[in-house]
């Protein structure tokens, strides 16, 4: 599943340095999405008369919005050790195929609620004797007691009793005497549900074409709600194969995983349906099942024998904004074919962009889902990171049907490896598709860089997790984190480097293949690895198995130092607050195999590993007149410290000529050095000294890295007397680069040449306009003022929108706001009115926030995906900060309850609003925070709480230690 929480190259440079003009965006790590934590059980009633319709889908409205059965619970509360009350399902029985047959309801019943019925069958087989049958149901209504039939010859049990365990979410069916094992049975249910707004299970997307309110019935099964569309053994491992049928309007179209087998027409209560059979599904895990009922248009071409289809709303088809989506798709899945040596599995991939959708795509297979911004692209509107965004995730996404899909772990505690994998390779199907933009080369801004923020906090977890420590849906939803996506991409290109990317590719291929439509653990992948090892002749000091447990069965990463003048180099568990405590014990003692790539000035020298705390290279060891560089193109996953020498001799090399570090490593040492500065490693001004050479350098990557980790600094220091002599710092910098962009596009009047060349573009013009350059906020002001001034004709380009859309927002007043939310909500794709919206956060006038507060929990005004990212948005502004903050808490009961589910990212929300936290009355509010609603609950956000109380004890104790010398050094380099 591809990442929910996406900022864009653009929206990402306006907010971390909004705070430094006192408005500032805060970026919330990659959380795809967060289930309702589990509520305590609850008894539940049968329902009436179960109405039927023969061999079609059950009619008849839910009777209330909870899971009910035909028959009562023997007691209200059952036992703790009773199979029913654990969340993961017993090894007795292994379902084969299921018969699922839908009919969702597109117009409201007499109470205004959407419902769909149906009624699914699953044939299973009794792999060892038992009178218990657990199958999953969550908020379903059954309409009559489930049918036991016998298969192929055995006999059934007779049902003795059934009921619906609310906590655990299983449908339970006891027996008068055992299945026997070895034997196949057959389950038949009946049931009602509701086709909520929720974003999960089977849900209901709106949206509005010429003046009618359209709707979507869809689904999102990732991790745990293919329950909440039909009962299923709803478990990775638990694969099978589906016959999906959709009933549905004539007007309509019905897409599922697999192609149409056939149509018929059916009177059904009074009105023509039509009767979609789809052919059945290859074997697969329930949470990759998808259908779709909509009136949407597609475009198409062939891939070899492989249907490459792009669904959207007609008007997006019309316009053209499907158009790039379907030209690379084709690339790469043939890259990817070639990759992984195995033909696409499916005869066709169908690619669907829907309004509402809480994640930024689902791998779903034959059938991936998508957030219209990351599948829908007009050159006229969308900027050059929606380019980007739409060829990384379609690369995300297509990767999964190999990796994920064909091969599926056995449970979630191992989701890192698929949905790290897919993060890693999204970048070299990218690559392919476009290959001048060289975004490879990004992965160590967007992932690498991003998530050591995350893993350097001792509240961090490992890769993988026992898998008995994960049980329940909220307890998978957290696994969905920078963790899993960032770090799990970044531990396989160190793994794919130090094996040489041929050996990485002929064990993932074996791998592939022995797996194929079966289940896996990490394990076997490295036991794959190892053979290619073996067989090609690569020198390992330790087994692939042995050196990759030490980053995945542990959290964190080590920070290497090197000594240049003893030779000597230590690692040692790098903690962003070293005073912190690590409750988390490892089995390795926080020692980690470590591949060391380095070099003399610019001769590259043999790789060398450190195995243990201390070792000794002597040829580590310099003169006064050359340095030593480590971790070349920061391949490796851990952060780098010197002997102060050294760093003296690196400071002076950029100082003098930085074109001979690579481009790379000079973002690499501005991110080193501000990390390891903020853990007491080096001093603060020594950090800083990694900025001066940048008046010179016009290269993306290093201006990036330092507009990251002085975001740190605004989001510290916009409230207090350094936020001046800082902006007026960053002026001095920042206006030698918007000189040359401005002279490069010809007074603004044309795009640089080169991808990075774009974005660091942005960079000159943001950082100029938030931090005072004055011909910037003229510029700014000017072009909104003539889009204003004619509405119809926009004459800002469009990777400059986000910038110079929140400089007008901001230096503006309350017509300038209204203007940009009437031009919100009148865009016609995704990625426009996701610019305007971000911007409308730079407002400087706190009623104007308060209201856009108010906005964001009225679905009519703000979609529900959008939810959390609009509260971020407005908590990056100084100004907004408090007043987030204060809305949230007031409103956190609401904010659970009625957007849980897959909808809201708490954990998002709680990064977002707490990360400017630096005060003793800050953390007392959060410690309160937590109190006052520990029986609500946080759902998938419990972690990012405790990280967000670490890490403001950490900004506390930083900002007493540091803020003097920074603003003497502001104030020394800015003049």
């Given at each position: 599943?591809?990442?929910?929480f996406?900022?864009s ?10 705070a430094a003009a006192s408005?500032?965006t805060i970026i919330?790590?990659?959380v795809?999405?967060?289930n ?5 059980i609850?008894?539940?009633t049968?329902t009436?008369d179960?109405?039927?319709?023969g ?8 009777a209330?919005?909870g ?8 007691s209200?509360?059952?036992p703790?050790q009773?199979?029913?009350?654990k969340?993961?399902l017993?090894?007795s029985?292994?379902?084969l195929?299921?018969?699922v047959?839908?009919w969702?309801?597109?117009?409201p019943?007499?109470?205004g ?10 044939i299973?087989e009794?792999?060892?004797?038992t ?5 999953h149901?969550?908020k379903?209504n ?5 049918q036991?039939s016998?298969y192929?010859?055995s006999t059934?049990p007779a049902i003795?009793?059934?009921?619906m365990?609310?906590e655990?979410e ?5 027996l ?5 094992a ?6 038949l ?7 909520a707004d929720?974003?999960?299970g089977f849900?209901?997307s ?15 099964m990732q991790a745990?709600d293919?329950r909440?569309s039909?009962p ?8 099978a194969?589906f ?6 309007e004539?007007?309509?179209v019905?897409?599922s995983?697999s192609?149409v087998?056939m149509?018929?027409?059916e009177?059904l ?10 052919q059945p599904?290859a074997?697969?895990s329930?949470?990759l099942?998808a ?10 071409n062939m891939s070899g024998?492989v249907l490459i ?7 997006a088809i019309?316009?053209g904004?499907?158009?790039y989506?379907?030209?690379v ?8 074919e070639?990759?992984?040596?195995t ?8 690619q669907i962009?829907l309004?509402?959708?809480?994640a930024?795509?689902m791998e ?6 998508y957030r219209e ?5 007009d050159p006229?509107v969308s900027s050059t ?13 297509l990767a ?5 899909n ?13 949905e790290g994998?897919a993060?890693y390779?999204e970048y070299l199907?990218a690559d392919?598709?476009?290959p001048?933009w060289n975004?490879k080369d990004?992965?160590?801004?967007n992932d690498v860089?991003r998530v050591f923020?995350v893993?350097?906090l ?15 849906p909220a307890?998978?939803s957290?696994l969905f984190?920078?963790?899993?996506y960032s770090?799990g991409?970044s531990?396989l290109?160190?793994?794919s480097v ?6 990485f590719v002929k064990?993932?291929?074996?791998y592939?293949?022995?797996?194929q ?6 394990q076997?992948?490295?036991d794959?690895?190892?053979r290619?090892?073996?067989s090609?002749g690569?020198s ?6 042995d050196?990759m447990?030490?980053w995945?069965l542990q959290m ?5 130092t ?7 180099v230590?690692q040692k ?7 912190s405590?690590?409750?988390r014990t490892?089995?390795?003692?926080y020692i ?7 070099t003399k000035l610019?001769?590259a020298?043999?790789q060398?590993w450190?195995?243990?705390?201390t070792g000794?290279n002597?040829?580590?060891?310099t003169?006064e007149?050359?340095?030593?560089l480590?971790?070349?193109n920061?391949?490796?996953y851990?952060r780098?410290?010197?002997d102060?020498?050294n760093?003296?001799?690196l400071?002076?090399q950029?100082?003098s000529?930085?074109t001979?570090?690579p481009?790379i ?5 501005i991110d080193d ?5 903020r853990?007491g490693y080096?001093?603060t001004?020594l950090?800083l000294?990694?900025?001066k050479?940048?008046?010179?350098d016009?290269?993306y990557m290093?201006?990036e ?6 975001g740190y600094?605004?989001?510290m220091f916009?409230?207090?007397?350094v936020?001046g002599?800082?902006q007026?710092?960053l002026r001095?910098?920042v ?11 010809s007074?603004?009047t044309?795009?640089?040449p080169?991808h ?15 931090n005072?350059?004055k011909?910037?906020?003229e510029?700014a002001s000017s072009?909104y003022q003539?889009w204003?001034?004619?509405?119809s004709?926009?004459?800002?380009e469009?990777?400059?929108?986000t910038?110079?859309y929140?400089?007008?927002i901001?230096?503006g007043g309350?017509a300038e706001?209204?203007?940009g939310?009437e ?6 794709i ?8 971000s911007?409308l956060?730079?407002a ?5 926030l308060?209201?856009y507060?108010?906005y964001s929990l009225q679905?009519?005004k703000?979609?529900k ?5 609009t509260i971020?948005?407005?908590a990056?502004n100084?100004?907004g900060?408090s007043l987030?903050?204060?809305?949230i ?5 609401t ?7 897959g ?5 998002s929300?709680?990064?977002g609003?707490?990360?400017r936290f630096s005060s003793e009355?800050?953390l ?23 990280q967000a109380?670490e890490?403001t004890?950490?900004n506390?104790k930083w900002?007493?230690e ?5 603003l003497?050094?502001f104030?020394?380099e800015s003049?």
């Open positions: 599943m591809g990442k929910g996406y900022i190259k653009t929206l990402a440079v306006v907010g971390i340095l909004l408005i500032a919330a790590l990659a795809v999405y967060s309702e934590k589990a509520k305590n609850e008894s539940v049968p009436g179960p109405a039927t319709t061999d079609t889908a059950t009619t008849g409205d839910p209330t919005t899971d009910t059965a035909p028959t009562k619970p023997s209200t509360t059952s703790p009773k199979p029913w009350n969340f993961r017993p090894d029985l292994k379902p195929d299921y018969d047959k839908l969702p309801r597109l117009t019943n007499t109470d609620l959407y419902n769909f019925t149906g009624e699914s069958t699953v299973f009794c792999v060892k004797a009178s218990l049958i657990l199958i149901s969550k379903l059954l309409t009559e007691q489930a036991l016998g192929a010859g059934p003795t009793d059934s009921w365990e609310k655990t299983f449908l339970v069916i006891q008068d005497s055992n299945l026997e070895g034997k196949t049975y057959s389950l249910t009946r049931f009602v549900g509701e086709l929720d974003l999960a849900y209901r709106e949206y509005m074409e010429d003046g009618v309110k359209k709707i979507v019935a869809t689904t999102q745990a293919a909440k039909f299923c053994f709803d478990e990775p491992a638990m694969k194969r016959n999906i049928t959709l009933i549905h004539p007007d309509r019905a897409l995983n192609p087998q149509t018929t027409q009177t209560e009074g009105k023509l349906m039509n009767i979609t059979v789809f599904t074997k697969m329930t949470y099942l259908f779709i009922v909509s009136d949407f248009k597609f475009i198409e024998d289809r792009i669904w959207a709303r007609q008007k019309v316009h904004q499907g158009d989506a379907l030209n798709t084709g690339p790469i899945l043939k890259y990817f070639s990759y992984y040596n033909t696409y599995p499916l005869p066709k991939s169908d962009a309004p509402d959708f809480n930024g795509a779903n297979w034959g059938l991936i889902t911004t990351a599948l829908l692209y006229h990171s929606n380019k980007e965004r739409v060829v990384t995730v379609i690369a995300h996404e999964h049907q190999w990796f994920g064909l091969v599926t772990v056995r449970w979630w505690n191992d989701l890192w490896l698929n994998f993060s390779v199907g392919y598709a476009e001048s975004i990004l992965m160590v801004l860089h923020a893993d350097a001792a509240s961090s977890h490992p890769l993988s997790s026992k898998e008995d420590e994960i049980n329940t307890e998978i957290e984190d920078a963790i899993s770090k991409a531990v290109r160190m793994l130090f094996l040489t990317e041929d050996v064990g993932l291929r074996t592939l293949n022995e797996f439509y079966n289940n896996t653990v990490y076997d992948l490295w794959h690895l190892q290619a090892v073996d090609s690569v390992l000091p330790h087994k692939v198995e050196i447990n030490r995945t964190g990463f080590p920070v290497v090197i000594n240049t003048t003893t030779g000597q230590t568990h790098f903690l962003v607050d070293p005073d405590v690590v409750n490892s089995p390795f003692n980690w195999y470590v591949p060391i790539s380095w610019e001769n020298q043999p060398y450190l195995d243990q705390t000794t002597d040829n580590m060891k003169t007149t050359d340095w030593l480590a971790n070349i920061c391949t490796g851990f780098v410290n010197y102060r020498e760093w003296n001799k400071l002076q950029m100082e000529n930085y001979v570090i481009v490593n000079r973002a690499q040492l050095a501000f990390n390891l500065a853990a080096i001093p001004t950090a000294d990694t900025t050479y940048l008046s010179k016009v290269e290093p201006w890295s330092a507009i990251d980790n002085l600094f605004s989001l916009d409230r207090t007397e936020n002599p800082m007026a710092y001095k910098q206006t030698p680069l918007f000189d040359y962009y401005e002279n490069l596009t007074n603004w044309a795009l640089p080169g990075t060349q774009q974005y660091n573009q942005i960079n000159a013009v943001s950082v100029a306009c938030k005072g350059v011909k910037c906020q510029l072009l003539e204003m001034d004619n509405p004709v926009n004459p800002i469009p990777n400059l929108r910038s110079i929140c400089s007008a901001s230096t309350a706001w209204d203007f939310w031009m919100f909500k009148n865009a016609t995704a990625t426009e009115a996701d610019k305007l919206r911007a956060s730079c400087t006038q706190p009623w104007i308060n209201r507060l108010e679905a009519d703000i979609r995906q959008d939810a959390t990212s971020v948005y407005i990056g100084v100004v900060q987030a903050w204060d809305f808490r007031s409103q956190w009961n904010i659970f309850n009625q957007y849980g589910g909808s809201f990212s708490f954990s929300l709680i990064n609003v707490t990360q009355f800050e007392k509010q959060l410690e309160q925070f937590q109190k006052d609603n520990a029986e609500v609950g946080f759902g998938s956000g419990t972690r990012a709480l405790e109380l890490r004890r950490a506390i900002l007493s540091n803020k003097a010398s920074v003497d050094w104030k020394r003049l």
